[in-house]
């Protein structure tokens, strides 16, 4: 495998369920993030982590819960989520250095469907 | 408050055509920008990426872009464009003091025959 990988490619739970999306990049980075990509929304961006510790937290619900147990994994848990929690979930990572920001790589995403 | 504005939800260019992007940003110093390619069912993958220096910037698949500082402004150029080139195109901007990148609502781009 090569670059950055998602599975599952396509979910769908019922709000009571509990799954969780994975991601795995092989590009040997230093930073990995959850973005949400909603129909006509910009993307957002959910969860940063570098150096497996969390750096960014942009007002995401408790419903979704990240996981980083080491600098080539990401998880994204989800527990009793909403209808409006529709959406494509990217995983992206990058190498970041003092001399500025660094290319992120997108994973193919997966596409989340809550009944 | 950073933003990213795309003022072109879509566009339809003929094979062939020319073909130019919208992009303008709102932030207080020179930001990082970024422009990215949508394919359907994928994710987003990098053309180009300005930080600094030449303003004008050389992308892959034979885009390029202009930084525009007194206009605030980004624009993604092809001088013609392919079939293949048909996808959702988005502008980013970074802040140079963290991770948070923020995204235009993107461009899709229709191409006919």
């Known amino acids: 495998e090569t670059g950055v990988t998602q599975t599952p490619r396509h979910l769908v739970m019922g709000m009571t369920n509990k799954k969780s999306l994975k991601c795995e990049q092989h590009?040997?980075?230093?930073?990995m993030y959850w973005y949400k990509q909603s129909a006509k929304k910009p993307l957002e961006l959910m969860f940063v982590?570098?150096?497996?510790?969390?750096?960014e937290n942009n007002s995401v619900p408790s419903r979704f819960s990240p996981e980083c147990p080491n600098s080539s994994h990401l998880f994204l848990h989800l527990h009793t989520l909403q209808p409006e929690d529709s959406a494509l979930y990217l995983c992206a990572s990058s190498q970041e250095a003092a001399g500025g920001p660094e290319t992120q790589y997108f994973g193919p995403g997966t596409r989340l469907l809550v009944l | 408050a950073q933003s990213v504005t795309q003022p072109d939800i879509h566009i339809t260019v003929s094979e062939g055509a020319s073909l130019e992007l919208r992009c303008n940003y709102s932030y207080g110093a020179t930001p990082y920008l970024f422009w990215y390619v949508q394919s359907p069912g994928q994710g987003l993958q990098l053309l180009l990426k300005y930080f600094s220096g030449d303003t004008l910037v050389q992308g892959i698949k034979g885009f390029e872009a202009e930084f525009k500082r007194s206009q605030s402004s980004f624009n993604l150029r092809k001088p013609s464009v392919h079939w293949s080139d048909a996808a959702e195109y988005f502008c980013a901007v970074r802040n140079t003091g963290g991770f948070k990148t923020i995204f235009g609502a993107g461009t899709r781009l229709f191409v006919k025959a």
């Open positions: 590009l040997g980075h230093n930073a």
């Open positions: 982590y570098s150096l497996e510790e969390r750096v």
